[in-house]
Nanobody, 116 residues
Framework: QVHLVESGGGLVQPGGSLTLSCVGS????????MRWFRQAPGKERELVGGIGTTAGSSDLVDSVKGRFTISRDNTRNTVYLQMNHLKLEDTAMYYC?????????WGQGTQVTVSS
């Protein structure tokens, strides 16, 4: 059974940093693209970025490029989202995601709040 568990969220001031982690289990983690999404209150869930099966193949949406980095450690079945220079508009629940054939799996999310 696929299981994703995010952690690392919290309250941070504008300009601060956080690193989110997502541990996957129940599937061959290294064989799958992993993605991060976020959902702010009253808004649709949106893609933040993704990383391919090899650590060097990642991409991020324009709004976070240059500030966020996605990485993965296949030995730990973990994908990371390093977030620097956080802005108020980065406040959201952050989710990791994996798609297998026609099924999408999500973690429970971790809350990131950027506030002064």
């Amino acid at each position: 059974q696929v299981h994703l568990v995010e952690s690392g969220g919290g309250l941070v001031q504008p300009g601060g940093s956080l690193t989110l982690s997502c541990v996957g289990s129940g599937f061959a983690f290294s064989n799958y693209v992993m993605r991060w999404f976020r959902q702010a209150p009253g808004k649709e869930r949106e893609l933040v970025g993704g990383i391919g099966t090899t650590a060097g193949s990642s991409d991020l949406v324009d709004s976070v490029k240059g500030r966020f980095t996605i990485s993965r450690d296949n030995t730990r079945n973990t994908v990371y989202l390093q977030m620097n220079h956080l802005k108020l508009e980065d406040t959201a629940m952050y989710y990791c995601n994996v798609v297998q054939l026609f099924d999408a799996y999500w973690g429970q999310g971790t809350q990131v709040t950027v506030s002064s």
